[in-house]
């Protein structure tokens, strides 16, 4: 695709992704809000809590990205290194945000509970930082130029998410069609291939999957360009007709 | 953990992944299966179906790694360019493996269909490649020194690596404990510091959850040393205790 895009990557900051205890779901949350707004996801990492990693990843992908978006290490206890990590990324120090601090304050004294040490560390931020609110935590997220700090528990982590959305520069919009059937892929893959040379301005992807025991595959096209990806779309039907398949819905 | 572990990075191959279709589950299958072996799991990364983009991610990746895992795109369809790719890492010709040619002819002959060009894309592999087999497809996977490519269809994925995971090397086991109550972080995360600050050989991890309306931590501890294990389960059980948490059954 030609037209411009704006970019991003997410790092997913979890040992309990990396140990398999736990299934990360924000990638595809993040991922299917960018679409939406026309910005390419190019990449995804899943890194460990280590504080030099983190600082590594963060500083290669911001350079390379419009935005980065993290996920995970943001509470208040010791494995929570995310701000801390991402403060010595940017070489600022980490301090105490006075909004944040208004915030949790505020929050601790309406429940008679003491704003404790360990608490208190969810105030502090790289210095410069904007904050990202939420409307199920009072812990905030982190806004650090273009880097977008988020909790890793899903619901807390696309609420933050939906907050900021809005203000992300947009793209042309990507268009997607879907043409799903009964065949396999070895049945069009040769005539698949040939309407992608044709048209490159449409991303052709075939996936194929079954239906109980009944093999399908699914052509996915998505483009920026809607007429093209509409003749994409009649081809790809057409394509499966004539092989004798049976059409699905998507 | 200082023991000695083998270690692994897993890259997932994946225009569908980065788009947001489709959720990846194969992180989570080979994550644990590695686990079970003391196999750490070092990253990973989710990456478009460029092939630059896949020769840079698996050369940077396998020399730092004594394991890697590739997913996705090596099926019949023109997206599919994990095998030209990984040649092209390795500086190798992608040529016809004599073995997997044989499979697919065969199964292609007993069902009276050809072996035409798209399909035979299925047996070529980097030179020298070794072939993973599973009990789903015919088509195999493949194992170029370290580095071992995969299906991207889950079950098929799973078959793969169930098949070679017997073979990869041992690291001492990663066993884990969990203490999950009905406290919240703020409540334990001073005295948690303290106990990891005593235990380094145990890694401990804090995960907030929610049970309905009701807040929920989990403490996630894991050691190469049993005894060490036991006495921080012992201590993080009496932690909470002392705050007047409930336990609940992870």
Redesign the interface.
Known sequence: MTTHHPTAAII?IG???????????N?????????SRGII?????????IEN?IVETVNSLRKNYSYVFTTGGI??????ITSASISKAFGVPCTQHPEAYRRLKGFYDDRNEPL????A?MTYTPQGANLIDNSISVAPGIIMENVYVMAG?P?ICQSMFDSIKDSLAKGAL?E?ASVKSNLI??D???E??AI??HHPEV????????NGDQHMVEI?M?STNPSALSEVEKKATDLVISKGGKLFSA
Chains 1, 2 share one sequence.
């Open positions: 997913i040992n309990e992704v990396l140990s398999g205890r736990t299934q990360d779901s990638t595809q949350y993040i991922a299917r809000g960018l679409a996801l190019g990449e995804v990492r899943v890194i460990p809590d990693v509470g208040p206890t010791h494995d929570d404790n040490d360990a608490r560390r528990i619901s990507i997607s892929e070895g069009i893959a040769t698949l291939a992608q040379k991303e052709i992807g075939s996936y194929p999957t079954k996915v998505r």
